[in-house]
């Protein structure tokens, strides 16, 4: 946010010393990168490309500068909670997507056009952005923000694991839970001191919990985590079912590292495995390969493209998963919002449609290449995007567009963890996590399937 | 008797204005603020944010149901999990210890007595931030020097923040208060007139006895001091939260970290508050309490 005196004063002072252009303008954009940390290809983007272009765009009158958000995606979304409540905060936030309803219900964001008018409704990009990728920062059909891109959820592989014991990793495509269970069995046969499968769960990892772990379950069992009306669905066969396959993983046959899944730093434990060999099947969005274990990062995997490969996650049988489908994944997006409070929101949307600009995401394609949400930035030749996305994009669902749904994925999590911890067992989490979706949404908005 | 005063009631009124509005902007109003929303639904993000309706009593209703009381992430675990934690790392550990060393520091030489003394008070004055960064690197499974030393010793590893995260908190929190106690205690003993023990000395009495016999009956007073400030201190201490963030799986989720959890990372607002207000009324107990024992003290009653 714009101090106004202090940028009056420094203005001021730039002026009468130097006789360089007054009054120039502060912007500031936060997102959780870090050059050489978490999402550090963004970092770069925006510091390498996005600042100084825009700048010199400007001729020199504003001021942009990155804040680099090191602590975690929920943490960062308590800082914009509480910056966006007091008038606090960035200009221009990194923000995931299925937050924007419970921010909208809660007053803390404004739509676009609401903020910077006529500029907003007049940009180009909207033509070139489908319908579908505009919603992924949407709510009730006004935009909040813009998305980079979506993306896909699947089992990354360690290749030479498989190898090692005897199954060929390119054929392999397990149908059913059973098949990837019956892997993993064979992994942890071949090394007793390995967690062969890691499914996610427990409240440290947030979000990844519910998006990597407990949805991929739960779509193969053929439900969603609302019915068709849109009411939460707090008791069912097919929630006891995904459990039990937390159970089974974590704590009957200890095919995953349970450790990793309940300590605070855990999901950086669970990519340390994978990198390590530890692991031979992660089930994780692209984000994984496109930016976790790219060449250069902490938990850079040696010789990826060898090694590495993934295969689509299966419904418990074939068959049983949503919409009838053999193979499930699901999607989000993340992207930028503006700050409602913001002093500048033309300028702040400037900034914000500039990179969202053709030129723009091509740079950002330099840095990390992906599937971008301009249709008229080409696809870089990757065959994993390429592949991933013929194959899964199909296949894929989103969560429920619902103020209350970031509350009851906290549930969520919590009830994998008490699952996965041993604490309670599944038919316990599940009552305890009824009652508590029950709390939040009311009971005329939930249904009981048993 | 008219009171002795330096101004008259009205400059007195006058001066004391800019304080009042202070405090009573600043501590009274957020008081009853607080209370006020323990009575609603109220949170920071969803329809219940701009829109919260008036529950009455239902926050404190589903703190204290029995179904879920003792469940572990509920107010009641919570509270019972705050109560051991006080009775084992202030009452059991730091009092106890404190009281220990500074018995032992009576008697022992005065390098060693200012270094021992050194020691401990460092542990008491280094900022929290450090102190817990530097104990969970002592923890750390894979490269904690916990671990080094015990592999060094042939000895196991242990996943320490993982398998015994409640006891990590108690040794933690002991090894941060000893040093008040053990200060208290040792000025406490200092003032006992030497030839008290001069004469137990002569007639032969070992150093329990003079412990139990001299030195605790005329520290009376201090011991219930000591007591009281330690209970109410880690009663609601946050620090633990630095190295374990209330869990794993919510095995040291004390009250002031559970207040925390359910306000600023649910962000539920309402019954935030209502713990909040629990917590407050369990600190007034203390204060009333501590307040009655200095006030026998003052006039002589217990000590």
Same mark, same amino acid.
């Given at each position: 946010m714009?101090i106004r005196?202090?940028?009056?004063?420094?203005?001021? @002072?730039?002026?009468?010393a130097?006789a360089t252009?007054?009054?120039?303008?502060?912007?500031?954009?936060?997102?959780?990168?870090?050059?050489?940390g978490?999402?550090?290809?963004?970092?770069?983007? $925006?510091?390498?490309?996005v600042i100084p272009?825009?700048?010199?765009?400007?001729?020199g009158?504003?001021?942009? %500068?990155?804040t680099e958000?090191?602590?975690?995606?929920e943490?960062?979304?308590?800082?914009l909670?509480?910056?966006?409540?007091?008038?606090?905060?960035p200009?221009?936030?990194g923000?995931?997507?299925f937050?924007?309803?419970?921010?909208v219900e809660?007053?803390?964001?404004k739509?676009?056009?609401?903020?910077?008018?006529?500029?907003?409704?007049?940009?180009?990009?909207?033509?070139?952005?489908?319908?579908g990728?505009?919603?992924?920062?949407?709510?009730?059909?006004?935009?909040?923000?813009?998305?980079?891109?979506?993306?896909?959820?699947?089992i990354f592989?360690?290749?030479d694991?498989?190898?090692?014991?005897?199954?060929?990793p =390119?054929s392999?495509q397990?149908a059913?839970?059973?098949? #990837?269970?019956?892997t993993?069995? %064979?992994?942890?046969?071949?090394?007793?001191?390995?967690?062969?499968? *890691?499914l996610?769960?427990?409240?440290?990892?947030?979000? @990844?919990?519910t998006?990597?772990?407990?949805?991929m379950a739960l779509l193969?069992?053929g439900?969603h985590?609302?019915?068709d009306?849109g009411r939460?669905?707090?008791?069912?066969?097919?929630?006891?079912?995904t459990?039990?396959?937390?159970k089974t993983?974590?704590?009957?046959e200890? #095919?995953?590292? *349970?450790?990793?899944?309940l300590?605070?730093d855990?999901?950086?434990? %669970?990519?340390a495995?994978?990198?390590?060999?530890?692991?031979?099947?992660?089930?994780?969005?692209?984000?994984f390969?496109?930016?976790?274990?790219?060449?250069?990062?902490?938990?850079?995997?040696e010789?990826r493209?060898?090694?590495?490969?993934?295969?689509? &996650?299966?419904?418990?049988?074939?068959?049983?998963?949503?919409?009838g489908?053999?193979f499930?994944?699901?999607?989000?997006g993340?992207?930028?919002?503006?700050?409602?409070?913001?002093?500048e929101?033309?300028?702040?949307?400037?900034?914000?449609?500039?990179?969202?600009?053709?030129?723009?995401?091509?740079?950002?394609?330099?840095f990390?290449?992906?599937?971008r949400?301009?249709?008229?930035?080409p696809?870089p030749?990757?065959?994993f995007?390429?592949e991933?996305?013929?194959?899964?994009l199909?296949?894929?669902?989103?969560r429920p567009?619902?103020?209350?749904?970031n509350?009851v994925?906290?549930?969520i999590?919590?009830?994998t963890?008490?699952?996965?911890?041993? =604490?309670?067992s599944p038919?316990?989490?599940?009552?305890?996590?009824g009652e508590?979706?029950?709390?939040i949404?009311?009971?005329?908005?939930t249904?009981?399937?048993? | 008797?008219?009171?002795f005063s330096?101004?008259?009631?009205?400059?007195?009124?006058a001066?004391l204005?800019?304080?009042g509005l202070?405090i009573g902007?600043?501590?009274i109003?957020?008081?009853?603020?607080?209370i006020?929303?323990?009575?609603?639904?109220r949170?920071?993000?969803?329809?219940?944010a701009?829109?919260p309706?008036?529950i009455?009593?239902?926050?404190?209703?589903?703190?204290?149901?029995?179904?879920s009381f003792?469940?572990?992430?509920?107010?009641?675990?919570?509270?019972?999990l705050t109560i051991q934690f006080? #009775?084992?790392?202030?009452?059991?550990g730091?009092?106890?210890?404190? &009281?220990?060393?500074?018995?032992?520091? *009576?008697?022992?030489?005065?390098?060693?007595?200012s270094?021992t003394?050194m020691?401990v008070i460092?542990?008491?004055i280094?900022?929290?931030?450090?102190? @817990?960064?530097a104990?969970?690197?002592?923890?750390?499974?894979?490269?904690?020097?916990?671990?080094? $030393?015990?592999?060094?010793?042939?000895?196991p590893?242990?996943d320490?923040?993982?398998?015994?995260?409640?006891w990590?908190i108690?040794?933690?929190?002991?090894?941060?208060?000893?040093?008040?106690?053990? &200060? #208290?205690?040792?000025?406490?003993?200092?003032?006992?007139?030497?030839?008290?023990?001069?004469?137990?000395d002569?007639?032969?009495a070992?150093s329990? *006895?003079k412990?139990?016999?001299?030195g605790?009956?005329?520290?009376r007073?201090?011991?219930?001091?000591?007591?009281?400030? $330690?209970?109410?201190?880690?009663?609601?201490v946050?620090?633990?939260?630095?190295?374990t963030?209330g869990?794993?799986?919510?095995?040291?989720?004390?009250?002031?970290?559970y207040?925390?959890r359910?306000a600023f990372?649910?962000?539920?607002?309402?019954?935030?508050a209502?713990?909040?207000?629990?917590?407050?009324?369990?600190?007034?107990v203390f204060?009333l309490?501590?307040?009655?024992?200095?006030?026998?003290?003052a006039r002589?009653?217990?000590?």
């Amino acid at each position: 946010m714009r101090i106004r005196s202090h940028a009056f004063w420094m203005g001021l @002072a730039a002026a009468t010393a130097l006789a360089t252009p007054a009054m120039a303008v502060d912007l500031t954009i936060t997102c959780r990168c870090v050059d050489g940390g978490v999402n550090s290809e963004q970092a770069k983007w $925006i510091k390498e490309s996005v600042i100084p272009a825009f700048t010199e765009m400007k001729g020199g009158d504003v001021n942009v %500068t990155l804040t680099e958000f090191a602590g975690s995606d929920e943490q960062l979304t308590q800082q914009l909670a509480l910056d966006f409540s007091t008038g606090a905060g960035p200009d221009v936030a990194g923000f995931d997507g299925f937050l924007i309803p419970s921010f909208v219900e809660g007053g803390l964001l404004k739509p676009l056009d609401a903020l910077a008018g006529e500029a907003v409704t007049g940009w180009e990009g909207w033509s070139h952005i489908s319908e579908g990728a505009q919603a992924l920062m949407s709510y009730q059909d006004k935009p909040y923000g813009i998305a980079l891109g979506t993306d896909v959820r699947m089992i990354f592989v360690r290749a030479d694991l498989l190898r090692d014991a005897g199954i060929d990793p =390119e054929s392999w495509q397990p149908a059913s839970w059973e098949e #990837l269970l019956e892997t993993a069995r %064979t992994l942890k046969e071949k090394n007793p001191d390995s967690f062969p499968l *890691q499914l996610n769960a427990g409240v440290p990892m947030g979000e @990844a919990t519910t998006m990597q772990g407990y949805w991929m379950a739960l779509l193969g069992t053929g439900e969603h985590v609302t019915d068709d009306q849109g009411r939460y669905i707090v008791a069912s066969q097919d929630i006891l079912d995904t459990l039990n396959l937390y159970k089974t993983i974590y704590i009957d046959e200890k #095919l995953g590292d *349970q450790r990793a899944q309940l300590l605070g730093d855990g999901r950086n434990r %669970t990519f340390a495995n994978f990198r390590d060999g530890i692991t031979a099947m992660l089930v994780e969005g692209d984000w994984f390969y496109r930016s976790v274990t790219a060449p250069g990062s902490e938990f850079a995997v040696e010789n990826r493209d060898e090694v590495m490969t993934w295969a689509k &996650m299966p419904a418990k049988e074939p068959g049983a998963g949503i919409r009838g489908q053999d193979f499930v994944t699901i999607s989000g997006g993340t992207g930028f919002v503006l700050n409602p409070n913001t002093d500048e929101p033309e300028l702040a949307w400037e900034l914000l449609a500039f990179m969202n600009s053709k030129e723009q995401l091509n740079e950002f394609q330099k840095f990390q290449p992906r599937i971008r949400i301009r249709d008229d930035v080409p696809i870089p030749d990757s065959p994993f995007l390429t592949e991933t996305s013929q194959e899964l994009l199909p296949l894929t669902t989103a969560r429920p567009n619902d103020a209350d749904y970031n509350a009851v994925s906290a549930e969520i999590q919590r009830m994998t963890e008490a699952v996965v911890s041993g =604490e309670l067992s599944p038919e316990e989490a599940m009552k305890r996590y009824g009652e508590a979706v029950v709390r939040i949404v009311g009971e005329e908005n939930t249904v009981s399937l048993l | 008797m008219r009171p002795f005063s330096l101004l008259s009631r009205s400059a007195g009124a006058a001066f004391l204005t800019p304080a009042g509005l202070l405090i009573g902007a600043f501590v009274i109003a957020p008081f009853f603020w607080v209370i006020y929303v323990s009575f609603t639904n109220r949170t920071l993000l969803g329809r219940t944010a701009l829109n919260p309706e008036f529950i009455g009593l239902a926050n404190y209703v589903s703190l204290f149901d029995a179904a879920s009381f003792f469940t572990r992430g509920e107010f009641g675990f919570s509270l019972i999990l705050t109560i051991q934690f006080v #009775l084992l790392s202030a009452l059991a550990g730091q009092a106890a210890l404190g &009281m220990l060393l500074a018995w032992m520091l *009576q008697t022992v030489p005065k390098t060693l007595k200012s270094l021992t003394e050194m020691v401990v008070i460092a542990a008491w004055i280094l900022p929290e931030v450090v102190i @817990a960064f530097a104990w969970f690197a002592f923890l750390d499974y894979d490269n904690g020097t916990l671990n080094m $030393i015990m592999e060094g010793l042939g000895l196991p590893k242990g996943d320490w923040l993982l398998s015994f995260p409640f006891w990590v908190i108690v040794v933690f929190n002991t090894w941060r208060g000893t040093a008040f106690s053990m &200060m #208290l205690f040792n000025s406490a003993f200092s003032s006992i007139p030497p030839s008290y023990f001069q004469a137990a000395d002569v007639a032969g009495a070992t150093s329990w *006895q003079k412990f139990r016999d001299i030195g605790l009956p005329l520290i009376r007073g201090h011991v219930v001091t000591d007591l009281i400030l $330690i209970t109410m201190w880690t009663f609601n201490v946050f620090t633990p939260f630095l190295l374990t963030n209330g869990g794993p799986s919510y095995r040291t989720e004390i009250l002031p970290i559970y207040t925390y959890r359910v306000a600023f990372r649910d962000f539920e607002f309402g019954k935030g508050a209502a713990v909040g207000v629990i917590v407050m009324l369990i600190n007034l107990v203390f204060a009333l309490f501590y307040l009655w024992v200095t006030r026998r003290r003052a006039r002589g009653v217990a000590a």
